[in-house]
């Protein structure tokens, strides 16, 4: 499997379906005393800090727990990780724990590998080559 640190396309992406529980009783919480309930028919589908989330009243959680009241909270980044078949909450832990101590689920940014990669660095190293993208 190729992690997020490999050489390759990379598409950020919002995401705000998950299955039930992902952030409630499938988050890791017992950080490293974790144990994953990975053969219970259907998988985990969890969210695996890289980290412990900080306390409700830590400092910086309770600046962030005035934007997830507001609506202004920057997303988490998660990476779905198959041979886990869960979720690692890649960044965000201090905006995650705010945003679940004022009792709602986080605002997420999915990192997927794009496919094509060989077609996309040939397209990419051609001489009359067009960005897509303004500017």
């Not at 890289?50 to 910086?60: G, I």
Request: glycine share 8%; net charge negative.
């Amino acid at each position: 499997m190729l992690g997020p640190l490999h050489c390759g396309r990379w598409l950020m992406a919002p995401r705000s379906a998950f299955a039930p529980g992902i952030w409630d009783c499938d988050l890791v919480q017992d950080w490293l005393d974790a144990t994953l309930e990975l053969l219970c028919g259907g998988g985990w589908h969890g969210v695996l800090p890289l980290r412990p989330l900080p306390a409700p009243d830590a400092s910086r959680v309770k600046a962030y727990r005035k934007h997830a009241r507001e609506g202004t909270l920057a997303p988490v980044l998660l990476w779905w990780v198959s041979f886990l078949d869960g979720w690692l909450l890649l960044d965000g832990h201090d905006r995650a724990a705010a945003a679940l101590a004022e009792g709602m689920q986080p605002a997420c940014v999915e990192l997927v590998r794009v496919p094509d990669d060989a077609d996309w660095r040939a397209t990419a190293s051609a001489p009359d080559h067009a960005s897509p993208w303004p500017g």
